[in-house]
Nanobody, 126 residues
């Protein structure tokens, strides 16, 4: 059973917004650094954003900085990605990923993440 389930994807117009959600179904969510990654059609997997286990540190890829906001709710075992000012190049399959690292810092190295969801599709088009 996959412990991470994403939701909230869909079709948005350029300049629009979407909010992605991811729920972690196992015990100990507060010990995990969480990230979002995406895969555009015909391209490799790209790290997008991450948040530390206690939410005190966030990081973003340059391509989304200033437009996307990551957050988490440890009481609900949820992580979110608010996406504003969407561009067609934001189109892709968005994955939620977890790295068990209590008090660990955010890493953009995707192989560090042990748990992955199945992804939710985001399409930005007019």
């Amino acid at each position: 059973q996959v412990p991470l389930v994403e939701s909230g994807g869909g079709l948005a117009q350029p300049g629009g917004s979407l909010r992605l959600s991811c729920v972690f179904s196992r015990f100990g969510f507060g010990d995990y650094v969480m990230s979002w990654a995406r895969q555009a059609p015909g391209k490799g997997l790209e790290w997008v954003s991450g948040i530390s286990s206690d939410g005190s540190e966030t990081a973003y890829a340059d391509s989304v900085k200033g437009r996307f906001t990551i957050s988490r709710d440890n009481a609900r075992s949820m992580v979110y990605l608010r996406m504003d000012s969407l561009k067609p190049e934001d189109t892709g399959l968005y994955y939620c990923a977890g790295n068990r690292a209590p008090a660990g810092r955010v890493t953009s190295i995707l192989r560090d993440y042990q748990h992955w969801g199945h992804g939710t599709q985001v399409t930005v088009s007019s």
